[in-house]
């Protein structure tokens, strides 16, 4: 433990990290006063470094691009493989285990070890891995990489430990699996085809043993040329060559006939007995047309041939369907008998696999499912019901069913929230699934003891939003909401979403949810805000609509003076954004001059509607086009339940909203909140008229990393909607970086170095000169909105070379540049009790206001508390109160006592409005308010604000706005995330950076505690959907259709291997049929192979060393000791028990024979020197 003290005598403490020209971190608005400070600040801070260790947790969602599938019949777990080298491990709920290639290559095939708790991958770039699945976490034992040969295809029997391998020149090689060494043994192309063939067949595409024999293989080549190969003879029994290329083959279980699919759409059935010409040639899709020819029908790419005891067989395949039906979704067709059906997916199949009763090849296979692996989907089929339902998924598949655009993270929620959920979305549920259980039931997994109410919400492009339970490290739907119910579907002709975005008006922006009183709020892309409160009941209501105008207005140049003396915010000044209020929206309206003016993007309906119960929306806010110009997106948000307020700011300014009453309470440019206390001397210009598209805002802080181009508002969320994992396509590249501003030629940076006054310079992008465009008639200036369109004067003069150099240095500066365009754009927004001025006695209601610029504003409240008054007296809002400085853009509010403990926002207990009145309990508001000075009587008045920016975190005491506390987090890159964070009964500062770096910093004193370089490189759609929650827990969006968790906890590091499920569970392998006598006399002697005998090294001799390389695993030992420890594990250490003592018994009767050696050449001796001695007398010695 660690006491950090600071004695405070009332006087301001300048920053430490401050730079040059930039006002102290103290400086406020009016003249400092003698309020009630704590003489000093006593926080015995408990959190160390020892209780921070970053890892990863598990991972939900559908894997991302899918390329290989494998199931283990036994152990009944499935395994897919992805084109990033990741490998997602399944079985029963619970049971999610994710693997990743450090290659990166992609996974070509998946070959389990059936019931050996051990997985083979054949990945790109040549390299076979084996995975050991008898631990937690997997790891790998061994690789193999091939040198001069590329992999195509592998096979491994079932309780064989030799895996054959095809390659792309057409050879086969055997591979110990023990081992991980090739053996000597290799079937070369040339000998397994005839010396009178003249064209090589290509590429091993299929490798099988014979059902009737294992000691044969049947080699498909992708040319059309089928070998059957005698291992023990090294010769071939028989050469198929049919002029179609093959894709794959399937044998039927008595090991007489195999079927063969083709590139042209056919199947092919072939008898051992005459292997001159297929027994049956099939097209199961192609019509004879009039001419009497076949139509030309696309590849099937795979075919299964499963028998069945009690019906005709199964045959399974993907595609052959005719070309000319353009448009057709992909197919899964199942032959059973006569019956043909075709079954139509919603996305392209990469691969499928029957599930059947028994592992062994030569026996009945008794198919029950089918397990489909889409681009983009998992489903499995039902083949016991004639109508083949599909089993109901029990993991999170469906994620990205409209791509993701935002995230949420809620730990320790209310144990009620989660129940409540689910049975309202439980109602809404999908029916027509199989009622037979979930097939892939394989591992365990109990419900640990480190277990709380977790929620993750994500947003999605087509405007839904999906409430998710996260509890116990597993990810279960409870609740989905479509926002776009709220809205008219727009018709053709209007047009008016389309003008703003090309696709998904919808799309969900930012979410703000409370827990506590259930108020959850949504933020989307056409500038609008929805407000939603829960009911447990169905209503029929009317949506409440306001339309604000947050936009700058065309009027002449503004004199300074106009500026000065700014009233109050009760009156907005003449050039502030005007609100609008409308209930309902009214119709389109335009300028003369045929521009889009005072009309929002969406229209709300404007009648009574339904709503069932759940989320019912009660408010939309809206902003308009103003003179043909869309409204710019909402970038910070913050709703108090207590207060009933909601605030909302851009690039233009700041907007708060009287819920209760449904009433616009201000609307300002980010100018006139300063009033009197704007932190720089401003000359108001007017800036060159720039069309600005509504997409110019958003991230700036990535913008480091993306291209520029010229595209509209979709493309400021379009790298999580769109499912290319492409970083490049993404339109960011507008600024140098994220925390300053240089607009219309005019640098705004607060602390970088300005351009010298009266010298605009025309802005020049990536392409060259930007000419200005105005529409006809319109004055070539316009009044001035915010502070990105002032030239800020600072007392320093330079030349214009150095004004481009350090601009062009400005990355690396104190403060970077943001884009050029851009505004001073209202940040982040947190409503709490605090003190707006020095001299405040006592805490009131405040809205802490950050902007691009750095700057934290406190606008001050009066709200009424009784609450008959609250729903008729107006909330009154004072003049912003202090100015605190920060380097970069602010990202983040916390507040804590004196005592260092974290102080919530005072919330509203839950009420379902649409509940049946209650004479002798009538509803009231019942609110929960966390005083600063409620625990605080040791030490007197005032808390601690915690300010993250992009570069710096604070630590300010109020009401005095003394700076107690600076860190400068980084220097090189800038923060994307930052969240005050429960963790270990304590508080700290968590923070994720653009250069991949998570950190945890102690508060109050921000101590550094972690510091781990997690992400090397970062994209826009992990900096969109990052975020940290309480208990050590932060999650992102690794890819479009996956959701990584991780824990910053030692604890829960500590504890993550009793919270995983086991993918291995001892099962005693099913006992083969007994064949008879007659099959077994007639049947070959398949069970008389031994490929030991063969492929071992004193037969086949060793491989050449050149052709592959072993690569011993990292997970050896650890996967030995954990094997040890399972019940297999047991068996192998009695083994190794009984080896030992009978090791030592031989070792005793050794020594025991020695001993008696010994003894008898001792009594030898003995007896020799009797004899000797036997007739001297006494006086002869």
Known sequence: ??????????????????????????????????????????????????????????????????????????????????????????GRPGVDCFCQHESGAAVLQLQFLINEGALVTACADDTLHLWNLRQRRPAILHSLKFNRERITFCHLPFQSKWLYVGTERGNTHIVNIESFILSGYVIMWNKAIELSTKTHPGPVVHLSDSPKDEGKLLIGFESGTIVQWDLRGKKADFRIYYDEAIHSVSWHHEGKQFMCSHSDGSLTLWNLRNTTKPFQVTFPHGKIQKDGRKESCKPILKVEYKTSRNSEPFVIFSGGLSYDKAGRRPTLTI???????????????????????????????????????????????????????????????????????????????????????????????KTG?????????????????????????????????????????????????????????????????????????????????????????????????????????????????????LQCEQEDVISPSENENNPCFSEPSPHSPQPHHQHPASPSSGTPEGLKDSIPCLKVKDRVVRVPPGYQAELVIQLLWVDGEPPQQITSLDINSAYGLLAFGNCNGLAVVDYLQKTILLCLSTLDLYGAADPYQRLTRSPRRNRQSTSEFCMRGLSNFYSDSKKRIRTSYQSLTELSDNQQSVDMERSKSPTSDHVNGHCTSPTSQPCSAGKPRVPMGPEGPRLTRRGPGRPPFRKAQSAACMEISLPVSHTEESRENSFSRSRSSSVSSIDRDTKEAITTLQFGESYGRKSDALPTPCLWVGTSLGVVLLIPMSI??????????????????????????????????????????????????????????????????????????????????????????????????????????????FVLRADVVSVYNSVCLACFCANGHVMTLSLPSL???????????????????????????????????????????????????????????????????????LKGFFGGNAHTFDREELFGEAAAGKASRSLAQHIPGQGGMEGMKVAASGAVGELARARIALDERGQRLGELEERTALMMTSAETFSKHAHELMLKCKDKKWYQF
């Open 433 to 549: 699934y199989s009622q037979k259980e979930w097939p892939i039931a394989g591992g365990t997994w109990t419900l640990g003891s480190h277990t709380y109410p977790e929620i993750i919400i994500t947003g999605h492009a087509d405007g839904s939003i999906k409430f998710w339970d996260a509890s116990a490290i597993t990810l279960q739907m409870l609740y989905k909401l479509k926002t776009s119910k709220v809205f008219e579907k727009p018709k053709p002709g209007e047009g008016r979403a389309a003008e703003l975005v090309e696709e998904d008006p919808f799309a969900v922006q930012m979410v703000s949810w409370c827990p506590q009183s259930r108020i959850f709020c949504v933020v989307g892309i056409s500038a609008h805000i929805i407000l939603y409160r829960f009911s447990k009941y169905d209503a029929n209501t009317q949506i409440v609509s306001l339309e604000v105008r």
């Open 335 to 429: 032959m059973h008998g006569k019956a043909i059906t075709v079954l139509e997916m919603d996305y392209p199949i990469v691969e499928f696999m029957a599930l059947c009763e028994t592992p062994y090849n030569n026996e009945v296979q008794e198919p029950y499912a089918v397990v489909v692996l889409l681009e983009k989907d998992l489903i499995v089929v039902d083949l016991t019901q004639s109508n083949f339902p599909v089993f109901e998924n029990p993991y999170p598949m469906d994620i990205h069913e409209s791509p993701v655009t935002c995230t949420a993270y809620f730990a320790d929620c209310p144990p009620d929230i989660i129940p409540i959920l689910y049975s309202i979305g439980a109602k809404h549920k």
């Open 864 to 973: 009424p508390t009784d609450q008959e008054e609250r729903m008729e007296e107006p909330v009154t809002i004072g003049p912003s109160g202090a100015v605190l400085m920060l380097k970069g853009s602010v990202l983040r509010f916390g507040f804590l006592d004196c005592m260092g403990a974290l102080i919530q926002s005072p919330h509203e207990v839950w009420r379902d409005l649409n509940a049946p009145e209650d004479p002798d309990r009538p509803r009231r508001r019942k609110l929960v308010n966390f005083s600063p000075s409620s625990s605080q009587d040791a030490c007197g008045e005032g808390h601690l604000a915690v300010v993250c920016s992009e570069r710096q975190a604070k630590v300010f005491l109020m009401p005095s706005q003394s700076c107690l506390f600076v860190h400068n987090i980084t220097e090189s890159s």
């Open 1 to 90: 433990m660690k006491k950090f003290r600071k004695v405070l005598d009332g006087l301001t403490t300048s920053s430490p990290g401050g730079t040059v020209g930039s006002p102290s971190c103290g400086s406020a608005a009016g003249t400092p006063t003698a309020a009630p400070t704590p003489k000093e600040i006593d926080v015995q801070e408990t959190l160390v470094s020892e209780n921070f260790q970053l890892c990863k947790t598990v991972r939900h969602g559908f894997p991302y691009q899918p390329t290989a599938l494998a199931f283990d019949p036994v152990q009944k777990i499935l395994a897919v493989g992805s084109r990033t080298g990741g490998v997602r491990i399944l």
């Open 1007 to 1077: 101590r550094p505690l972690m510091d781990v370089n997690y992400l090397p490189l970062t994209d826009m759609r992990i900096a969109r959907t990052f975020c940290f929650t309480n208990g050590g827990q932060a999650l992102y969006l690794s890819s479009p259709t996956e959701i990584q968790r991780i824990t910053y906890s030692q604890e829960m590091c500590d504890n993550l291997q009793e919270m995983l499920g086991e993918l291995f569970t001892p099962i005693e392998t099913p006992e083969a049929q007994n064949r008879g006598f």
